[in-house]
């Protein structure tokens, strides 16, 4: 049997229906409900969550502003409001001022690495860790994995001391 090509348009849509047309999981949409007014579905009879074509738009304005414009709930909500109350669900206005965006802060950008320290810092000495004496009664091969656990834990360690020096100190 051959499947459809394209989807009906249908009244209502039940909350799977919903999440597998706009590519996005039903705890997802839950939570959306939750944080956005705008989005209360009706319920069936049988209390399942029922999405009009209407709704659906609403649930593709808010997954393109957080997903492809970057923005918070906070103002994903905020520009969703202004969107609803103006009657331009989605529909370009004008470029918006960052201060409005509301988006999450980008990440500070990684610190060059220095060329070449003149003097690499004195590596520090090892504090000496003291071996753990198992107690009778308790299994030699748990004593065993805890030495290694703890040489392992030392090596690392060692490790990291070597890049810190690599690295150079620490500019203010």
Do not use: H, N
């Amino acid at each position: 049997m051959a499947a459809k090509a394209r989807v009906q348009k249908r009244l209502y849509y039940k909350i799977g229906e919903a999440c597998k047309a706009l590519g996005i999981q039903p705890y997802v949409l839950r939570y959306w409900e939750t944080e956005f007014p705008a989005l209360t579905p009706s319920k069936s009879r049988s209390g399942q969550r029922v999405y009009s074509e209407k709704e659906l738009e609403i649930i593709r304005r808010i997954k393109t502003l957080l997903y492809d414009e970057g923005y918070t709930i906070a103002g994903a909500k905020k520009k969703l409001e202004g969107e609803l109350a103006s009657g331009s669900l989605g529909e370009p206005e004008g470029e918006e001022p960052e201060e409005e965006r509301e988006a999450a802060p980008e990440p500070p950008a990684p610190k060059a690495a220095p060329a070449a320290p003149a003097k690499p810092p004195k590596p520090r000495a090892a504090a000496p860790v003291p071996e753990p004496e198992a107690p009778s009664g308790v299994d030699t091969d748990a004593g065993e994995r805890v030495q290694r656990l703890l040489s392992g834990i030392e090596e690392a360690l060692q490790e990291a001391r070597e890049i810190l020096t690599l690295l150079g100190p620490k500019s203010p």
